[in-house]
């Protein structure tokens, strides 16, 4: 049951991470080019990402959602490059485009599949990336550092 329990709540997190990426995009094109949005976004996207994620600690379905959520992530992102010379991606871009290539892969069928460490797909915690807002933050990786991602004190 714990480690059930463990992947659970990493996936909690790591859905928090994508959805946030996601929204964090969509107002970055708002602010800069509301006109790229139309057509993509509707009232399904505006109930997802029009508010900061809150997920609690047991959300349903997080395996249908982490897929959902990068799928939306990927039409996004696609969507924003075919606007050619019209947009230029902006910081939030770029991250929400790094947090993909993280944490999903395409099988040899084109499906998007969310990688785990039993594929061995994750990067060490000392790269991956756990903020949207701020791409250098990283996870402390020595058992003597203090478990709050984005701050470091040393024991």
């Known amino acids: 049951m714990r480690a059930h329990l463990t992947h659970v709540l990493a996936a909690v997190r790591d859905l928090t991470l994508v959805t946030e990426a996601v929204r964090a995009v969509l107002e970055e094109a708002a ?6 949005l139309t057509g993509l976004v509707d009232e399904d996207w505006g109930r997802r990402y029009g508010r900061p994620v809150r997920l609690g600690k047991n959300p349903t379905r997080p395996k249908t959602r982490i897929l959902a959520a990068g799928d939306d992530a990927c039409r996004l992102l ?5 606007q050619g010379s019209g947009y230029r991606p902006g910081p939030q871009a770029e991250a929400l485009r790094q947090i993909v290539v993280q944490n999903y892969y395409r ?7 969310w990688r785990t460490a039993d594929d061995g797909g994750l990067p060490p ?6 903020s949207p807002y701020d791409t250098g933050t990283r996870s402390p990786g ?5 478990r ?3 701050r470091s004190c040393h024991l």
């Open 78 to 82: 696609e969507h924003l490059h075919r």
């Open 125 to 130: 915690s000392s790269s991956a990336i756990v």
């Open 31 to 36: 602010r800069t080019a509301d006109h790229l």
């Open 107 to 113: 099988d040899a069928a084109g499906c998007l599949r």
């Open 148 to 150: 709050s991602p984005g």
């Open 142 to 146: 020595s058992p003597w550092a203090c």
